[in-house]
């Protein structure tokens, strides 16, 4: 009986290490921001088809806003594409497009041809506000909140699901002011 | 026949070695302007993980996100930032999972210790098998003396 009572233990162990592990982590590839509940990182960046244009953290201040990393060499962000879109026309909250280490007439093309979803596409050619925003692979969505700072990170495509469950409940009780 | 299969034994190996060593050379790790800070980057990349490739470092790694990253780092270094500035970056950014070494803390304790634990475990358990064993020779000599003294 003993013989069996050890394998079986440290079995059970593994086990539950691995439950733990699975449970805490619903998509492996997906890692939760370093930045929650800190202040978004300062960034200034010109805005996509008028580049005239600059987009500062401080324009934003004062409501929540979403943040979307999109490329057009990014495939899932076409996926996500239609549900950006749907998430556009409830008029919720603005989405600030980060357009990653794309070209300027790709994009712009992109939209014209897809829709646009977004209230203001701000332009990261050289990656380094991603690199601040702790991006590691397109898509991934932001939730900041009036204060400035990062609530939630989605990775991967945007789903009605995750927008409703991650996004939506996070605005405060009885919407926006 | 003999001969022309091992030249192209040959050959095929070598085409295989060349592509090996252009795939390793595939992408430029930057030169920095000292010495002392060249040595001091090249630490650094082989600590980082590429986010994007999770079991590279950022040395190792042709994706866009690392060769980003290693310029973050060229750029701190001739900045004047500390080597433990820059990790305290990264982590700031990325979170602990960036570094190769995670520091020791609550929240990462059991992957320092978790081989420790298992090793205990695999001692105990030879221990065991030991003893059993031993006993179980001992039992056989006990036959084998009785045998004999009959």
Known sequence: MSRFLIPAAIFLALAGVLYVAVVHSPNKSTMQSALLGKPVPEFSLPVLGNPGLTLTKAQLAGRPWVMNVWGTWCAACRDEHQTLLDIAGQNVLPLVGLNWKDEDDAALEWLRQLGNPYSVVAVDRDGRTAIDFGVYGAPETFFVDADGRVQYRHVGAMTAEVWQREFLSRLPRGGLP | ?150
């Not at chain 2, 630490?43 to 973050?72: F, K, T």
């Not at chain 2, 634990?117 to 036959?143: H, P, Y």
């Open chain 2, 1 to 150: 026949m003999k001969r022309y299969c091992r030249q192209v034994v040959l050959a095929l190996l070598g085409a295989w070695l060349l592509g090996v060593s252009l795939h390793s050379v595939a992408f430029d790790i930057e030169a920095m302007p000292t010495p002392a800070q060249q040595k001091r980057y090249d630490a650094l990349i082989h600590e980082l993980r590429c986010m994007q490739c999770q079991n590279q470092s950022i040395a190792d790694s042709p994706v866009g996100l690392a060769e980003d990253l290693r310029r973050d780092v060229r750029e701190q270094i001739i900045a004047g930032k500390s080597d433990a500035e820059i990790r305290e970056s990264m982590v700031a950014r990325y979170g602990n999972v960036i570094l190769f070494r995670p520091p020791f803390e609550p929240s990462t304790a059991w992957v320092w210790l978790a081989p420790f634990v298992l090793l205990l475990v695999g001692v105990v358990v030879a221990v065991r098998i030991v003893r059993q064993r031993t006993s179980m020779v001992a039992e056989d000599d006990s036959i084998v003396n009785d045998e004999t003294q009959r």
